[in-house]
């Protein structure tokens, strides 16, 4: 079982950049496709982006893309979200997620396919 723990949320200005990174624990994280979803109050958990185990393959959602980039350091058994040009409607509270299933190069963007979560940070984007 693995552990997950967000950091790096905070409040941003429109048109600035925030990086989030997940630290897993318990686990290696190359035993693991990650994803990043987001929530805002009153609305569903949302796909953002994920990547395959190795890091070799990426998904986004179309609304990040080409503005968020989804990385990891199997190494520092890390995963980090940069999000670049934040708009308000990037305010939500982002979580990275685990996916134990060996898919090979398939990535999949609903919350069903992950398996572990974890608590999650927020960001705020004023405009």
């Known amino acids: 079982q693995v552990q997950l723990v967000e950091s790096g949320g905070g409040l941003v200005q429109a048109g600035g950049s925030l990086r989030l990174s997940c630290a897993a624990s318990?686990?290696?994280?190359?035993?693991?496709?990650m994803g990043w979803f987001r929530q805002a109050p009153g609305k569903e958990r949302v796909f953002v982006a994920a990547s395959t185990r190795s890091g070799g393959g990426t998904l986004y959602a179309d609304s990040v893309k080409g503005r968020f980039t989804i990385s990891r350091d199997n190494a520092k058994n890390t995963v980090y979200l940069q999000m670049n040009s934040l708009k308000p409607e990037d305010t939500a509270v982002y979580h990275c997620?685990?996916?134990?299933?060996?898919?090979?190069?398939?990535?999949?963007?609903?919350?069903?396919?992950?398996?572990?979560w974890g608590q999650g940070t927020q960001v705020t984007v004023s405009s």
């Open positions: 318990g686990r290696t994280l190359s035993s693991y496709a």
């Open positions: 997620a685990a996916d134990s299933v060996n898919r090979g190069t398939v990535l999949y963007g609903y919350p069903n396919a992950y398996d572990y």
